[in-house]
């Protein structure tokens, strides 16, 4: 039955990837429903499922022991903080592919969070994009008063998208598809403890999260993805996009060329790393 429930929502719409305001405080099996609603079956659809089929899947798709039980292992999962964007079972990309018709995108910082100085958190963004650039043949150009092809902001709670935040913890962000009415729109909850460190919530990690949603990728059930939908700390000195992060993101936009762009070299599928200047000491050149 599981697999069948699989296959049905492989053929959701894209709509359904939206990102999905939240509901008051919910304990149990009222909460588990609420989640399961907000992230990947809409009202309409979840009775189709009994109460046990949906724990399983919720349990399978965070890759726990699948007992169709309510745990409090599968309970503090769904407690911890991520992404505000659904989950739509097991999409690697959209099944309409999503993306930028142009490589050179323009980016723009709104506003800035709590705690942060400016020119850390400016560092933070051109670390995140510089994530994806590394492994795509995508250039990313900050610009300051202008329009831009992305738009980053800090905001909370009701914020004018009819998604509010919910204060710290829960929901940290959620971003727009390039094929959505708001392309490229980023926004993170400014009551979060951002940081550059283990503490508080790592700016870093959940602004390469969100930038990979507003290049066209979908929420990923690997652990070891970045678009893996819930927060878990990884330190940004020795982060690297998973193998599967690249072959996703190359399968929207291509593989990387070498330095002299166009001159056909390509550089073969791997690892890659960016170490972030705020935290190496290390001033760009």
């Not at 697999?3 to 939206?18: I, N, S």
């Not at 739509?88 to 910082?109: F, G």
Request: glycine share 8%.
């Amino acid at each position: 039955m599981l697999l069948a429930v699989l296959k049905f929502t492989l053929f959701l719409p894209w709509c359904l990837a939206l990102p999905v305001p939240p509901t008051t405080d919910l304990k149990g099996w009222d909460f588990v429903k609420d989640y399961f609603h907000r992230f990947f079956m809409t009202k309409k659809e979840s009775p189709l499922l009994t109460q046990g089929e949906q724990i399983r899947f919720l349990q399978q798709f965070f890759s726990l022991n699948v007992t169709g039980l309510l745990d409090k292992q599968t309970l503090a999962v769904l407690h911890q903080p991520r992404c505000g964007v659904p989950d739509v079972a097991y999409y690697s990309v959209s099944p309409e592919r999503p993306k930028w018709n142009e490589h050179t995108l323009t980016y723009r910082i709104i506003n800035y969070p709590y705690g942060l100085k400016t020119s850390t958190v400016k560092d933070i963004m051109h670390a995140a994009v510089s994530i994806w650039s590394s492994v795509t043949p995508l250039v990313f150009e900050q610009v300051e008063h202008q329009d831009a092809d992305i738009k980053i902001s800090f905001w909370t709670l009701a914020h004018g998208d009819g998604l509010p935040f919910d204060g710290p913890g829960g929901v940290l962000g959620h971003a727009f598809f390039p094929h959505s009415e708001t392309p490229g729109v980023v926004h993170f909850d400014k009551d979060e403890h951002w940081s550059t460190s283990y503490r508080g919530i790592n700016l870093f990690l959940v602004a390469t999260h969100e930038l990979g949603h507003t290049l066209g990728l979908y929420h990923s059930g690997n652990p070891n993805s970045i678009m893996y939908p819930t927060y878990e700390y990884k330190d940004p000195r020795t982060f690297h996009l998973s193998l599967e992060d690249i072959r996703r993101i190359q399968h929207l936009y291509g593989l990387c060329l070498w330095e002299g762009r166009g001159s056909g070299q390509e550089i073969a599928l791997g690892i890659y790393s960016f170490f972030p200047t705020i935290l190496t000491g290390r001033k760009r050149t």
